[in-house]
């Protein structure tokens, strides 16, 4: 990669507002449901499975076809092309199940009528028969049956752990529990389909991945890419859940605009989208753990069972990055994990932030915070005993080497700065004197690779128009769903031209633009998007600073880029100039942008590999109260610290540490998920699923960004990765939450919460700490 042209920097690594942080508080920012229709549009819902596991006798939908507004119904027999939107080679998740259902909440078809409305109540009059079949709820019930796979399996090894094991004075056994998630972002799946002449037809689609839903789109429909565009503006929230799952409404809108040539729009029910779609999956994690008297681990086996769902999606690399992240910030001598992305008749699992590496990570606490509480000790001297090294004992269990590590700083800096040692002493105290409340601290640290683990996702393309009064037209792969990834990328453009924010008009994605792109997935959105438009960016400034020096006879040297213009010698011409002369000398003012990430591998069959560009790291301090009559409780202050090397934009840098760190302890301590025993997601609206409210926010939340980070290697700004890692910070909850349970037997006993942690959950782990005390 060549080296930034040295400019005087006027955006970057400055505070910025979102720039549709006005429009989101005003209301003014358009989302798919927003756009006005054109006369004639139809509505498309989608008719669900209200069965498990079954075959399907028959369907009658002569009810439908004849309710008010209805002007037909699709079904398998309607697609021209493939009936899959799966985004592995398995083509194994049909648009409408065919023959046999595998989960509550599986499409079986989909009405459209003239309104939402009416498509909405045709769809429950279809009689539906069916032939029950056994079924498989989650990962213990899918072990039972034999553990049938969705996908190739993993395993990681390196090192003897058959001899790390026989030399290990000490031992932790066990498993651990951790629940799934939903997405519950704010928009839900929408799709919006407007045909056009001959195969074309664009699609308004919130997703994450444009260029897969054009695929798939395309496939079902047996046309080629280029007669499909997929166009993302915004979406309102994403999360992992709008990667993959999209594809099936953008396939339905899709299917009906062609067919009946009108446009056509799908917009699920709150509940019927938490049935039919996606979520992070569930673990059990059982885990042998050798250790001496220190506490330093020696060896570590363990095997990682995921409630996949009905067919492959995403699972595979899911659970391929929990086994990336079995480590943490921890050096195992000798490790062998292994993934199991099992069956089960519930709904497809798929992305959610961290996507996997956030389970690996957790059960890693777990093993911890047992020998901790073995040996007596405080977990965070557990921890730090176990860290990578920096010279020495810093090789992954996918063999590569952790050669970024700054883990004991930030973890020293977070002791001291949020008093650690003095409050830990306080709650031990409190803890002493109060039988009825408790209080835990806790301090856990979080390290995070950054890249696809497939490594072709690691790449991005960009278009850059600068037009001759001045002006910039921005166009990238990435999407943005409220996490500022369109700001960030015009602080570069705006940053390489050395001109105001507001010159930059930042463009919906679109794949009539920018082709071929990755998913906004696994934290690389301004690292790949910001690199491909600065690239743009350069090729444009080039050819600006020949023209000038041709055009004021002096050597390109004498062209200095800086804040408004190029200074030309002793002359300064300002950009709207520049570009202006440079259109009437026919210099080209438009470049295609392109980066792809170096220095990374990954062999999958071997388990080595280079996988990671490099690491983000963090941690968090949490300390909690809570009642054990109850079991409920309150997390009282939380302080973090985290790497994101030199932001390019500290206030949303910030803001995505804070919400991250919200919805992760959301995942770990209220967001539970429960089927019940006819296979049916019973908590699939907000009366009854509890994603975290403005009031369960600490009261004391102090967030800080390591200022003195600078990333080692070439990134847009040296900036580092912050979507995904500090969602991982909220496990100091879980482990707080521990102590003040293990405090009920003065700490005799390791409290092994499972998760979430619910008032429920820590009830009756005081319970089980008042029976091992007697």
Known sequence: MNKQSPITLTTLHTNTRHDSGPKHVTGTAEYIDDMIEPVGTMH????????????IVSIDFSAVKAAPGVIGVLTAEDIPGENDVSPSHKHDEPIFAEGKVQFWGQPLFAVIAETRDAARRAAHLAA?????LDWLPDV?????????????PLKLERGDVAAGMASAPRRAQGAITIGGQDHFYLEGHIAFAIPGEDEDVVIHSSTQHPSEVQLMVAQVLA???NAVTINVRRMGGGFGGKETQGNLFAAVAALAAKKWNRACKIRPDRDDDMQATGKRHDFVVEYDVGYDDTGRILAVDAVYGARAGFSSDLSGPVTDRALFHADNAYWYPAVRVRSEPLYTNTVSNTAFRGFGGPQGMMAAERWIEDIAYALGKDPLEIRKANFYGTDIDNV???HQTVSD?????????????SDYQARRRAVLDFNATNAVLKKGIALTPVKFGISFTATWYNQAGALVHVYKDGSIHLSHGGTEMGQGLYIKVAQVVADAFGVNLDTVKIMATSTGKVPNTSATAASSGSDLNGMAAWDACEQIKARLVAHAAKLYDVDAVDCRWVTGGLDIGKKHVPFAELAASAYLNRVQLSAAGFYKTPNIHWDRATGKGHPFYYFAYGASVSEVTIDTLSGEYTVDRVDILHDVGKSLNPAIDIGQVEGGFIQ??????????VWDGKGQLRTHAPSTYKIP?????????????????????????????VGEPPLMLAMSVVEALGMAVASVADYRHAPQLDTPVTPERVLMGVERMKGAST
């Open 664 to 673: 992760g302890m959301g995942w770990l301590t209220t967001e539970e998920l």
């Open 128 to 132: 539906v028969d069916y032939r029950d």
């Open 223 to 225: 046309i080629r890419h």
């Open 693 to 721: 409210l403005a009031s369960d926010v600490p009261p004391v939340f102090n967030v800080r960004l390591a200022e003195w980070s600078v990333n080692k290697e070439p990134t847009i700004g040296r900036s580092k990765a």
């Open 44 to 55: 498309a819902y989608l008719g669900l499975s209200t069965r498990a596991h079954a075959e």
């Open 140 to 152: 213990r019930s899918a072990q039972a049956a034999g553990g049938k796979l969705v996908t190739e």
């Open 396 to 398: 992954t269990p996918y």
């Open 405 to 417: 590590n700054v883990i004991h700083r930030v973890v020293d800096e977070l002791e001291a700065s």
